[in-house]
């Protein structure tokens, strides 16, 4: 059976930001699998078979630094609250 882009992403995210996809997903109402899809389908689903693995490496790397930034941002409000 073939696996779908979001359960290979899922595999491979890092565990502090699954954690944050949770904390976002129970936010805003929404499951972490969606919330993948939606990354996947807007972020690497935009590549061609033309692409190389560093490419889609670099896309990666980027969604976990966004995912990064905003952890650090919903710490802040939870701590100003």
């Known amino acids: 059976m073939k696996n779908s882009k ?3 992403i899922t595999a491979r995210v ?3 930001i ?5 904390y976002i997903a129970v936010q805003e109402g929404v499951s972490v699998n969606y919330l993948l899809n939606l ?6 689903s935009l590549m ?3 692409d190389d693995i560093e ?3 670099k ?9 990064k930034i905003r ?5 802040k409000l939870k701590n100003n609250k």
Not at 18 to 22: D, F, I, P, S, Y
Not at 71 to 75: L, Q
């Open 59 to 67: 896309r990666i790397a980027g969604l976990e630094l966004r995912l």
């Open 71 to 75: 952890k650090r941002m919903c710490e």
């Open 39 to 44: 990354m996947v389908n807007n972020q690497l």
């Open 18 to 22: 699954k954690e944050v996809l949770q």
């Open 14 to 16: 890092d565990p502090k």
């Open 48 to 50: 061609s078979s033309s």
């Open 6 to 8: 979001t359960e290979i």
């Open 55 to 57: 490419d889609f490496k």
